[in-house]
C-alpha cells in the first residue's frame, strides 16, 4: 500500500490519477495546503513544504511526476515501458516539468488562480503564449493515439496532468486541434475520471 500525502485539489491529483492508472493499493493522507505543509511531521516527507510526498515502505518521494514514474514502474509495461520507449517518457516528463510547467503556471495564476485583483493581464498573455509554442511542439510530435503509440503511458499521465489546469480552464486550444483531441482521450480514462471526482469533491 503507497501512501500519498496532499489534497485531491493539488499537483497530489497527478499521483492519485498514476495510481489507478498502475491499479495498485493506494492511500490518501489529507494534508490541506497551508500550514499543515508546513509541520515538522510533513517537512520529514517532503522538506520543501509541498504536497504531494509519497511513502512506499521505507521509500519516501517528493515532486509529482517522479513519484508518479515510480508508481508506474511497480506496474510495468504498458504504463511503464521499457528500452528507448522509457527514455522517451522521461524526456516527456522532464520536457512537461521544465517546459510546459512553467508557462502554465504563469497562464493559470494570471488567469484564474489568483484573485482578480492581483492578475497581471501582460503575464496572462505571456503564460498563453508559453503554452501555445510547446503546444505547437505537441501537436508536431502527436501521431498515434498517444505519445509513444497506440498504449497509454506514464509519459501521457505526466505531460497531461501538467496541461490538466488548461484543459479545466478553458485554454484556447483552438490551433491544436491534435493536443485538444490527445488531452480528451486522456483525461476521459477511467482512472482518470476516478481522479478527477476525488479532486472535484475534495
Ligand atoms: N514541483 C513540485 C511542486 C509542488 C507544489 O508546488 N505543490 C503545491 C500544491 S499543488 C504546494 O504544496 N504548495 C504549498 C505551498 O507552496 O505552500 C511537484 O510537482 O510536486
Known sequence: MIRLYGTPKSRTFRCIWAAEEAGIPYEVVSVPLGAAVKTPEHLRLNPNGKVPAMEDGSLVLFESLAINLHIASKAGAPLSPSGDDASRTWQWTLWAATEVEPAAGQWAYNAYIRPREERDPGQAAAGAAGVAARLDVLEGQL??????????????????????GAWSNSFDFGGHPKAKAWLDRCFERPAALAARKLRDAA
Open 143 to 164: 501521431t498515434a493515439p498517444f505519445l509513444l503509440g497506440a498504449d497509454f503511458t506514464i509519459a501521457d499521465c505526466n505531460l497531461a496532468s501538467v496541461l490538466y
